[in-house]
């Protein structure tokens, strides 16, 4: 496959691509591996519809669904978006902008469940003339480039992941949503290795709650700590987004969040997020 280097870190756009006619035995093997290297991949003109998405995301892992809905019904294709529905969080169009905002915050999707994520899909579909780009760090080569004493006082810690934690970092009315309180806070250890290169990350974010073993102000001040170190502003690949682009990022690996644009322009993309698997590495980030 043939590809163009997006950060000195990480990341890869692949040429020449259409992602529809990617399965499990055609393309899929050769994306895989360049996930596992690169960590970011950029598709161009792309036009996936809601079921090829679906089944892009499949070959990734189980679809991971934070609905309440009955065993046996598939999840739909979540959109992120400031207009009516985005998420489905609410009708409440305050709200669902102060949720949209809490994602400015450098974060790695759903490590407040119990099966963290292996990775998102994003696509493009109706973008602002200008912001709204989402920007993204190698959590990997920030793990690398840690002072040893830095290394040493996250390695082997634990730290406590709560959903409703990090709404609470924009408004605490997002806090007490159900769709947040409902996650009991989940625990992982602050690095994850990469079971087929070998490589370590730091797995943390906005999420990140606390520390086990440490007062509340201590541990504050470790994940703020380590989160700056890795995302500097040499650090950042930042996304302008075109119609038709799709982001395939592991999460094990890398934090990523949005930025602001004029909310009177609509925003929307369309997700599907991929389980981890055993195989991935869990077993590496649990306590």
């Known amino acids: 496959m043939q590809t163009v280097g997006l950060h000195p870190d990480f990341g890869v756009e692949v040429l020449h ?3 529809r006619d990617v399965t499990a035995s055609r393309l899929y093997p050769e994306i895989r591996a360049l996930f596992e290297q690169h960590s970011l991949l950029l598709f161009r003109g792309q036009r996936l519809d809601e079921p090829a998405h679906r089944a892009l995301a499949e070959l990734f892992g189980p679809l991971e669904d934070l609905r309440d809905a009955p065993d046996g019904v598939p999840p739909t294709r979540p959109m992120v978006s400031n207009a009516g529905g985005g998420g489905g969080l ?16 450098w974060h ?10 292996i990775s998102n899909i994003l696509l493009g579909c109706t ?4 912001g709204g780009d989402t920007e993204f760090v190698s959590t990997r080569a920030g793990w690398a ?38 996650f009991r806070p989940t625990c992982w250890r602050m690095t994850w290795r990469n079971p087929r290169n070998g490589a370590e990350a730091l797995f943390l974010g906005a ?27 040499e650090a950042i690949y930042s996304h302008r987004w075109r119609v038709g682009d799709v982001l395939i990022w592991d999460e094990r690996a890398t934090l990523h969040r949005g930025t602001p644009w004029d909310y ?13 698997r055993e195989s991935d590495g869990i077993a590496s980030a649990r306590p």
């Open 145 to 182: 480039r840690l002072p040893e004493d830095l290394k040493a006082r996250a390695r082997d810690r634990i730290a406590v992941h709560s959903f409703a934690h990090s709404r609470a970092l924009v408004d605490a009315r997002l806090a007490e949503q159900p769709i947040y309180t409902k």
């Open 90 to 105: 609410t009708d409440d169009a305050e709200l669902r902008l102060l949720d949209l905002k809490s994602n400015f915050f």
């Open 17 to 19: 691509v259409d992602l």
């Open 207 to 233: 999420h990140a709650a606390g520390v086990r073993g440490l007062m509340p102000q201590e541990g504050a001040r470790l994940i703020e700590e380590l989160t700056a170190a890795v995302t500097g502003p």
């Open 108 to 117: 790695t999707d759903s490590s407040f469940l119990p099966t963290p994520a």
């Open 127 to 130: 973008i602002p003339a200008a």
């Open 264 to 276: 009177r322009e609509e925003r929307t993309l369309a997700s599907f997020v991929s389980s981890a």
